[in-house]
């Protein structure tokens, strides 16, 4: 099983909403750094939300208001939860797992497209 696997993109109209949801094995989910980050065409890749193994929540100031990122626990998923979409929010969107102290690890996940036009 891949570490990371990210779900729940797809095709929405400009102010609408998606939530992206990450999978990840307990054993990377506890004390991780986690993230979403975002790549589009011609663009490098930028963070969208992050949350830090210790709860500290970020965000792009690009997404600030309308994205909320959260850690469900029970179920070791990252959720994203995305409204007022706009077409610049169209991009790849990646899972990020990482740990600077042992263990070690840097995980990504294969990516889910989100596509915001009318």
């Known amino acids: 099983q891949a570490p990371l696997v990210e779900s729940g993109g797809g095709l929405v109209q400009p102010g609408g909403s998606l939530r992206l949801s990450c999978a990840a094995s307990?054993?990377?989910?506890?004390?991780?750094?986690m993230g979403w980050y975002r790549q589009a065409p011609g663009k490098q890749r930028e963070l969208v939300a992050s949350?830090?193994?210790?709860?500290?929540?970020n965000y792009a100031d690009s997404v600030k208001g309308r994205f909320t990122i959260s850690k469900e626990y029970a179920r070791n998923t990252l959720p994203l939860q995305m409204d007022s979409l706009k077409p610049e929010d169209t991009a790849v969107y990646y899972c990020?797992?990482?740990?600077?102290?042992?263990?070690?690890?840097?995980?990504w996940g294969k990516g889910t497209q989100v596509t915001v036009s009318s």
């Open positions: 990020n797992a990482r740990r600077n102290s042992p263990p070690l690890y840097n995980y």
């Open positions: 307990g054993t990377i989910f506890g004390g991780a750094f």
């Open positions: 949350i830090s193994g210790s709860g500290t929540i």
